[in-house]
């Protein structure tokens, strides 16, 4: 009898404690350490390098993502793979497994797992979009084919580990990336925040320290540039994951096959020519933020005339900041019920109407598909003349850039 009370302490013991024995701040730390190492497995392995081959790992670091992913998150590979490249291909439209724009932001938040369970097992989507992840012994015959023993390989741990407060801990990392990236960068991500590119989609940067969903924040940037390891491109941005890719590159656990282009300036050319344009080309939306920021500039200098006239809260003054927030955006992604209040902006003040009829020729460069190189040439030599001719000093310095640009 009383052997057997010696074992039922040690039983209550091992509940109330487990084998860590561990303080509640250590029990939070674990829980916190744990789940983001999940999100730098998600960022690092099935993000940027299977999804988009924006890097290559090494063996090491590779396997040990893919051990971690299956008891942190059960996820296979491919599915993810797959659902992400096309959430790319059909980004906003009806077809895209997760876009807040056409299915409602509340429904990402409270069922965006669903929604990507859903895509995941279409084996249309995996066999058209999976193409080229991990298909090995290993993946196979285990982490494919056993997709919950492997959380429940992390529940016991958690379990022997913390006793009865393990289940909390298992709970916390098993709703980390379904909140947090399911929701936050899924939903939120296309919703709400900055933008500092017009990616042809919503995508939005949520926060610019990419610290606590592994750079993912930084999702307007990485739309932008999809095929980038880097997420982050202002120097007030941080993502860590690429702080880890480069740890593991100088290790030799790593190679970066690509980081966002970076529009580089030299001598004013007295003519734009094709290389030019292939600077211009190449980083067209770092082009288009610089035009936007001079809207912005031009606008805000037209709010300061008013300002110091005594013309502040008027109706013009009303228009001209809903033109600072709107005018350098393409026109498709401007709700329609500001544009009357733009063009009444605009038909006040020539130098934004110039400025916003000269963005749309200047974006012509790139949009027109059925126009020679050597045309589109010539249509930026006869951009640049206009715009240094208009008498409006932002299109003067501007085209000045332009013929500075390189690749």
């Known amino acids: 009898m009383s052997q057997l009370l010696i074992v039922w302490e040690s039983l209550i013991d091992w509940l109330a404690h487990g084998v860590a024995d561990a303080a509640w701040w250590q029990i939070v730390l674990f829980a916190l350490v744990t789940t983001h190492i999940t999100i730098a497995s998600v960022t690092i392995f099935l993000h940027r390098a299977q999804a988009h081959r924006a890097l290559d790992l090494h063996a090491i670091p590779s396997h040990f993502f893919r051990f971690w992913l299956w008891i942190g998150t059960g996820m296979v590979t491919r599915e993810f793979v797959a659902v992400h490249r096309k959430h790319h291909a059909k980004c906003e439209t009806e077809e895209d497994p997760h876009s807040p724009q ?59 580990l913390f006793g009865g407060v393990g289940l909390t801990v298992w709970a916390v990392q098993m709703l980390w990336i379904p909140v947090m990236a399911t929701g936050v960068i899924n939903g939120i991500g296309h919703f709400w925040g900055y933008r500092n590119f017009e990616a042809p989609d919503a995508s939005t940067n949520v926060v610019p320290w990419g610290i606590l969903i592994g750079g993912e924040e930084l999702h307007n940037n990485h739309h932008t540039y999809p095929t980038s390891a880097k997420f982050s491109v202002k120097k007030y941005e941080f993502d860590i994951g690429w702080i880890y890719i480069r740890g593991m590159e100088m290790l030799g656990l790593a190679k970066v096959r690509k980081t ?54 008027s109706a013009k003054w009303k228009e001209l900041r809903l033109a600072k927030r709107w005018l350098h955006r393409d026109d ?22 110039k400025l916003v009829a000269m963005r749309e020729e200047l974006r012509q460069l790139w949009t027109r598909t059925n126009v020679s190189a050597e045309q589109l040439v010539v249509d930026l030599q006869a951009w640049c003349k206009k715009a240094e001719e208009s008498g409006v000093a932002a299109l003067q310095d501007f085209a000045l850039k332009l013929r500075a640009a390189h690749a």
Request: charged fraction near 25%; hydrophobic fraction near 40%; proline fraction near 6%.
């Open 102 to 160: 056409t299915r409602g932001l509340k429904a990402l938040l409270l069922t965006g797992v669903e929604l990507y369970r859903t895509e995941a097992a279409n084996p249309e989507t995996v066999s058209k979009y999976g193409l080229g992840t991990p298909n090995d012994w290993i993946e196979r015959n285990l982490y494919s084919r056993f997709t919950w023993q492997g959380v429940g390989l992390m529940l016991i741990l958690d379990l022997l």
């Open 260 to 313: 966002p282009p970076m529009l580089k300036l030299g001598t004013i050319k007295p003519v734009a020519d094709a290389h030019t344009l292939e600077a211009i080309i190449a980083n067209r939306y770092e082009v288009m933020a610089k035009y936007g920021r001079e809207l912005r500039r031009a606008c805000k200098a037209e709010l300061a005339h008013l300002k110091d006239s005594g013309a502040k809260n």
């Open 332 to 353: 498709d992604r401007i709700p329609s019920s500001v544009k009357p209040q733009l063009a009444s902006a605009c038909a006040q003040s020539p130098a934004l109407a």
